[in-house]
């Protein structure tokens, strides 16, 4: 809702291929240049936008068959698993118990 086009541009994603008899795959990234959430300044509070980006993506959009994460340890972001915390995030997305995962 607070993308330049005023949507919900994933309701509108997710409606599409449920009505087209697809399964919903979604895809976050770690890196987030946006929010400043990049190597070396990562705050308790980029960590808590993460949960809750990620809470929001598989509670609010019905049934998510697989949710793809990148940006983590890569070459090109330097984002550690330690810097956002891959065992939270892993145990709050396992908390959903999304059959799929």
Do not use: C
Request: charged fraction near 25%.
């Amino acid at each position: 809702m607070n993308s330049p086009l005023k949507r919900d541009v994933v309701k509108e994603f997710t409606e599409a291929f449920r009505k087209a008899g697809l399964k919903v795959m979604l895809y976050y990234s770690i890196l987030d240049t946006h929010h400043q959430l990049r190597p070396n300044s990562i705050t308790p509070a980029h960590i808590k936008m993460v949960k809750d980006q990620i809470t929001e993506l598989l509670t609010r959009y019905g049934k998510i068959e697989a949710l793809i994460i990148d940006g983590w340890d890569a070459p090109w972001s330097r984002i550690s698993y330690d810097d956002i915390p891959f065992e939270e995030v892993y145990l709050l997305i396992k908390s959903y118990n999304q059959t799929a995962w």
